[in-house]
């Protein structure tokens, strides 16, 4: 069974580092690619970004680009989400899933983390 | 562009057909995803590529895509799929967005 179990409810000051983690089980980790998805309280779903296990760089949403770091530990089948800096507006639910590499699938995101819930108030 | 436009809302009545579409340029290039949302719960996907649904989704969920428009049908509508449902599709920078989500209620 697929499983991508993420790292608990976070909560932080602004200017504050912060790393979650997504550790994926069931399957193998270094044929999929990954993508975080945050939902701000409220709003609808937002692409953050995704990494793909078998390219060096991750690809970033323009809008989060240079303010957020996704990382991949192959060895234990983790993928990261990083913030240098938070933000009052990076307060939201952050999903982690696997996402199919293929084009006929449309690239769709298959698989989903239970969700890790970063509050960022001063 | 990978901008995606969905209607904020739709309703239908329990046991009716609803068809929730997305339109967007990027939907020429690549097929959209679709995903169910309710509170409190991770995101679901119910179709896949340009008409394929996932283990478990039931057959009243179908697909299409024509030119730069994606839908989302639902025959025989049932209360339980009453929530949030987002399209998602990718764009030629290897970038991807999600649509602004439409509810749908089920009267």
């Known amino acids: 069974e697929v499983q991508l179990v993420q790292s608990g409810a976070e909560m932080k000051k602004p200017g504050e580092s912060l790393t979650i983690s997504c550790k994926a089980s069931?399957?193998?980790?270094?044929?999929?690619?990954f993508t975080w998805v945050r939902q701000v309280p409220g709003k609808g779903l937002e692409w953050v970004g995704k990494?793909?296990?078998?390219?060096?760089?991750?690809t970033y949403s323009p809008s989060l680009e240079g303010h957020v770091t996704i990382s991949i530990d192959k060895a234990i089948g983790t993928v990261y989400l990083r913030w240098p800096s938070l933000q009052t507006s990076d307060t939201a639910i952050y999903y982690c899933?696997?996402?199919?590499?293929?084009?006929?699938?449309?690239?769709?995101?298959?698989?989903w983390g239970q969700g890790t819930l970063v509050t960022v108030s001063s | 562009s990978s901008e995606l436009t969905q209607d904020p809302a739709v309703s239908v009545a329990l046991g009716q057909t609803v068809t929730i579409t997305c339109r967007g340029d990027?939907?020429?290039?690549?097929?959209a995803t679709w995903y169910q949302k309710k509170p409190g719960q991770a995101p679901v996907p119910v179709m896949f590529?340009?008409?394929s649904r996932p283990s478990g989704i039931p057959e009243r969920f179908s697909g299409a895509t024509a030119g730069s428009t994606s839908s989302l049908t639902i025959t025989g509508t049932q209360a339980e799929d009453e929530g949030d449902y987002y399209c998602?599709?990718?764009?030629?920078?290897?970038?991807?967005?999600f649509g602004g989500g439409t509810r749908l209620s089920v009267l």
């Open positions: 899933a696997r996402q199919l590499t293929d084009f006929w699938s449309g690239y769709a995101l298959d698989e």
């Open positions: 069931g399957y193998n980790f270094s044929t999929s690619s």
């Open positions: 990494s793909d296990p078998r390219e060096s760089q991750a």
């Open positions: 990027s939907l020429r290039r690549y097929y």
């Open positions: 590529g340009r008409s």
């Open positions: 998602y599709c990718r764009d030629s920078a290897g970038h991807h967005a």
